[in-house]
Nanobody
């Protein structure tokens, strides 16, 4: 059974940092692409950062240069290092994966989310 569990969210002041983690069970991270999404109240869900099975990554323009996605294939953990946080980064953050190789970008598996709140 596939399960994704996020952690690491919290409240931080603008300019601060947080590192989100997403622990997977039931499959191996190294085989599949993974993505961090976020959704703020009243807004549409937004793709934040993507990492493919080969380790290549890309980012939303709004977080480029501030966020870094990475994965520890040995531990089966996906990370999102968030630096220089801004109040507009406040949202619920989710990790997700299609569990398809090559990546088909249809996200079938989701974590429960972790809340990030950035105060000015």
């Amino acid at each position: 059974q596939v399960q994704l569990v996020e952690s690491g969210g919290g409240s931080v002041q603008a300019g601060g940092s947080l590192r989100l983690s997403c622990v997977a069970s039931g499959y191996t991270y190294s085989d599949y692409c993974m993505t961090w999404f976020r959704q703020a109240p009243g807004k549409e869900r937004e793709e934040v950062a993507f990492i493919d099975s080969d380790g290549s990554s890309n980012y939303a323009d709004s977080v480029k240069g501030r966020f870094t996605i990475s994965k520890d294939n040995r531990k089966n953990i996906l990370y999102l290092q968030m630096d220089s946080l801004k109040p507009e980064d406040t949202a619920m953050y989710y990790c997700a994966s299609p569990l398809r190789d090559p990546c088909d970008y249809v996200y079938r598996y989701w974590g429960q989310g972790t809340q990030v709140t950035v105060s000015s």
